[in-house]
């Protein structure tokens, strides 16, 4: 079982930026692959960004790469999102996740993962 809490949202202007926190419960954090998800008023649930369980490999939406840094901190057992140059489309509640199928590539749809937070809201404004 690992319990997933976020943090770090916010309200920032068009082109500033924020680092959401994702603690982990647990001894096991460092076995799960770790994915934000987002999801906006009115719209589906979609991918952010995920990292697998050593951190060897990342992956981006398209939406975000360039902008948005995910790492973790195994000894923490934490993982950041760090997003910079924000737009108003990115706001959203931003949820971390965790899958613990030690895949040599990150997840990206949501029914891959097998926990979650409560979520963090992000709010851009123009």
């Known amino acids: 079982q690992v319990q997933l809490v976020e943090s770090g949202g916010g309200l920032v202007q068009t082109g500033g930026s924020l680092r959401l926190s994702c603690a982990a419960s647990?001894?096991?954090?460092?076995?799960?692959?770790m994915g934000w998800f987002r999801q906006a008023p009115g719209k589906e649930r979609e991918f952010v960004t995920g990292i697998t369980w050593n951190g060897r490999n990342t992956r981006y939406a398209d939406s975000v790469k360039g902008r948005f840094t995910i790492s973790r901190d195994n000894a923490k057992n934490t993982v950041y999102l760090q997003m910079n140059s924000l737009k108003p489309e990115d706001t959203a509640v931003y949820y971390c996740?965790?899958?613990?199928?030690?895949?040599?590539?990150?997840?990206?749809?949501?029914?891959?993962?097998?926990?979650w937070g409560q979520g963090t809201q992000v709010t851009v404004s123009s």
């Open positions: 647990g001894r096991t954090f460092s076995r799960y692959a």
């Open positions: 996740a965790a899958e613990g199928s030690f895949r040599v590539e990150v997840p990206s749809a949501g029914d891959e993962y097998d926990y």
